[in-house]
T-cell receptor, first 112, second 110 residues
Framework: QKEVEQNSGPLSVPEGAIASLNCTYSDRGSQSFFWYRQYSGKSPELIMSIYSNGDKEDGRFTAQLNKASQYVSLLIRDSQPSDSATYLCAVGMNTGFQKLVFGTGTRLLVSP | DVKVTQSSRYLVKRTGEKVFLECVQDMDHENMFWYRQDPGLGLRLIYFSYDVKMKEKGDIPEGYSVSREKKERFSLILESASTNQTSMYLC?????????FGDGTRLSIL
């Protein structure tokens, strides 16, 4: 079982719709969770951090965390073509070092 | 804003060469990381460092070494480059979490 799992996609949504990206993780002791956006040929860019159960909103982005189910998600409201990218889920493992384990990413395509 | 600078965006080297990839951060971060990213495999940790002169192996350290003589600089060394080391290399730094990435170096070994 992979430590952090994401559906590779592509996830296709029309412009203006809500995109829902999901991630599961294996280490129950994980305390920190991040979403990165990566455009083709570019490096990952941090867009959301979440540390406690529930929802965290930042503009059009909402991160949701459920530690009991070992599940974290990212919702993008009013999706725009410029949101088309690969979204990486990253989890801080309970190792004592500041390491992150990354999922392989979900590719999102937003069509005009 | 955090600034992580990688010395080259694109690099072409030959098999057997010793290759140096440099990374500099300007935020006085304790932790620095080197990853490689390949299609379908995601980001894989090569080495990381949590202090000057300290280093820890990541998941795929074979064929690589690192150097951290100053806090702001973390170097990745390919001792004898091979074609299977052709990849995108990403450097990141952090205080605690999260990590902030440089622009990446696309390295081709011919």
């Amino acid at each position: 079982q992979k430590e952090v799992e994401q559906n590779s996609g592509p996830l296709s949504v029309p412009e203006g719709a809500i995109a829902s990206l999901n991630c599961t993780y294996s280490d129950r002791g994980s305390q920190s969770f991040f979403w990165y956006r990566q455009y083709s040929g570019k490096s990952p860019e941090l867009i959301m951090s979440i540390y406690s159960n529930g929802d965290k909103e930042d503009g059009r982005f909402t991160a949701q965390l459920n530690k009991a189910s070992q599940y974290v998600s990212l919702l993008i409201r009013d999706s725009q073509p410029s949101d088309s990218a690969t979204y990486l889920c990253a989890v801080g493992m309970n190792t004592g070092f500041q390491k992150l384990v990354f999922g392989t990413g979900t590719r999102l395509l937003v069509s005009p | 804003d955090v600034k992580v600078t990688q010395s080259s965006r694109y690099l072409v080297k030959r098999t057997g060469e010793k290759v140096f990839l440099e990374c500099v951060q300007d935020m006085d971060h304790e932790n620095m990381f080197w990853y490689r990213q390949d299609p379908g495999l995601g980001l894989r940790l090569i080495y990381f460092s949590y202090d000057v002169k300290m280093k820890e192996k990541g998941d795929i350290p074979e064929g690589y070494s690192v150097s951290r003589e100053k806090k702001e600089r973390f170097s990745l060394i390919l001792e004898s480059a091979s074609t299977n080391q052709t990849s995108m290399y990403l450097c990141a730094s952090s205080a605690n979490q999260p990590q902030h990435f440089g622009d990446g170096t696309r390295l081709s070994i011919l």
